[in-house]
């Protein structure tokens, strides 16, 4: 078992452009903290939606447990985020009047051992950006290997 597990989301930097991150508590139910520990969960198709003024992480795929029985958890499910409620209004305005998408990045523990959605609030980057984004990290992969060398 790890100790301190870090699950990311890397489509989530080249896809879009992270204005401002929150981390945020996840209401989990029986056995999924103890995948999430094991490090069997993915975020990377992930989306977060508001329903009702709360705020839910969509499509997160946390893998069954193994030792679970019939006391399981489904493996993609709605699973609700928490939040100051100063924090939820904001995310709910800029979302409804900029047009700007809400994107789970990295899946945690803290020293706790509570599990963690560090979410951003991101806009999409259009195809020019994306090249952009790969030139920069292959000049900067050229400059590190030229450093590495001397």
Do not use: W
């Not at 706790?112 to 980057?125: D, E, H, R, V």
């Amino acid at each position: 078992m790890l100790k301190t597990v870090n699950i990311f989301n890397k489509r989530a930097k080249f896809d879009y452009e992270i204005i401002e991150t929150f981390n945020a508590g996840i209401v989990l139910a029986g056995t999924e903290i103890k995948s999430i520990r094991l490090g069997k969960a993915n975020i990377t198709e992930s989306f977060c939606e508001f329903s009702n003024n709360e705020l839910f992480a969509i499509n997160t795929y946390i893998e069954e447990y193994t030792f679970g029985n019939q006391f399981n958890h489904k493996a993609r499910s709605e699973r609700k985020l928490l939040l100051k409620k100063k924090e939820l209004k904001g995310l709910l305005k800029s979302v409804q009047a900029k047009g700007l998408t809400i994107v789970p990045l990295k899946l945690f523990t803290n020293e706790k051992g509570l599990a963690k959605l560090q979410i951003g609030l991101c806009k999409g980057k259009k195809t020019y950006d994306k090249r952009e984004s790969l030139k920069e990290q292959d000049t900067k992969r050229d400059l590190d290997r030229i450093k590495k060398a001397f």
